[in-house]
């Protein structure tokens, strides 16, 4: 599946609103603005995150759906 050109395309936004700063930091578990970093240079093009950016993702929703 081309989750990469979906992160710069299509899923561009819920990506950046999922990875956000205040989003990744609420749950402590990555440094945010690093994840940040990742999210930007990917949907600018300069460079191909893709596997690191859908393990976090993945992460980050499954972490949010069993919080309690």
Request: proline letters at 4%; glycine letters at 8%; zero cysteines.
């Amino acid at each position: 599946m081309p989750f990469g050109a979906w992160f710069r395309g299509p899923l561009s936004s819920f990506l950046r609103r999922t990875l956000s700063i205040d989003a990744v930091g609420e749950g402590g578990v990555f440094d945010a603005p690093a994840v940040s970093a990742l999210v930007a240079e990917h949907v600018a093009g300069r460079r191909d995150h893709t596997r690191i950016l859908w393990s976090i993702l993945i992460f980050e929703l499954w972490r949010r759906a069993h919080r309690r």
